[in-house]
């Protein structure tokens, strides 16, 4: 229970476990997701969100916004997720990003590990002045030395499928977990807040990828921890 950077997780009242999030339609998931992670900050705490799609990542960044004004994401991904709608749906797991952008929610949005876009996906990344770090392009831990309110959203498909085969979307050519563990070392700046998505058990093998998430999980909150 240890993060590699030296915060003892099993500490008495290091953090907490806040509960699940059930919702009684798609349609009001975003409200509830929304509303409770506003009312987590309002209390003073740091959330780390457990997916999920990416879509959740869209009205957490809302709450995070209206307390927040100068906040950067660091946002860990094979897919850019940048698409205006996808199949007709503003609101997919395909276009948190363009959202979070269009509505101001952050000030900056670095991306790393993609390795699949299209002209469309370029062309909203040079629109809302996305700093895409192309998978072929790292490392790039220079990058991460920033000053102020960070929130970082790993997708488990940054990685390797052969490292993480339980997601919905494989991309060969990704992170190794030791990759994403070292970019996630390197961020500085005030870390208010997470999000771990796109974790699918039902394509996971012998449990491979739930543990590599619990491993991520561990220096995520190790990071947001101060370590």
């Not at 999030?21 to 998931?29: D, G, M, N, T």
């Not at 831990?141 to 102020?148: D, H, Q, T």
């Not at 996630?184 to 699918?200: M, R």
Request: include cysteine.
């Amino acid at each position: 229970m240890w993060s590699e950077t030296g915060v003892n997780l099993s500490a008495p009242g290091v953090f907490a476990d806040a509960g699940d999030l059930k919702f009684s339609s798609p349609k009001a998931a975003f409200g509830l997701i929304e509303k409770r992670v506003s009312d987590l900050l309002d209390q003073g705490e740091r959330p780390v969100c457990l997916g999920g799609d990416h879509s959740i990542t869209y009205p957490i960044l809302r709450a995070f916004a209206g307390k927040f004004p100068n906040l950067t994401i660091i946002h860990f991904d094979a897919h850019s997720d940048l698409y205006h709608n996808f199949e007709g749906n503003r609101h997919s797991h395909a276009c948190p990003f363009a959202r979070i952008m269009e509505e101001g929610c952050a000030k900056r949005l670095i991306q790393l590990g993609i390795r699949t876009t299209n002209a469309h996906q370029r062309q909203q990344a040079q629109r809302f002045g996305v700093e895409v770090v192309e998978m072929r392009s790292l490392p790039a831990l220079s990058k991460l030395k920033l000053r102020g309110p960070v929130y970082i959203s790993f997708d488990v498909d940054v990685l390797d499928p052969a490292f993480a085969p339980g997601i919905s979307h494989r991309e060969p050519g990704g992170m190794s977990v030791r990759e994403a563990i070292t970019h996630l070392h390197a961020i500085s700046g005030t870390i208010v807040g997470a999000d771990l998505v796109e974790f699918n058990p039902k394509q996971d093998v012998s449990g491979l990828t739930a543990m590599v998430c619990g491993r991520i999980l561990k220096e995520i909150l190790g990071k947001v921890l101060g370590g």
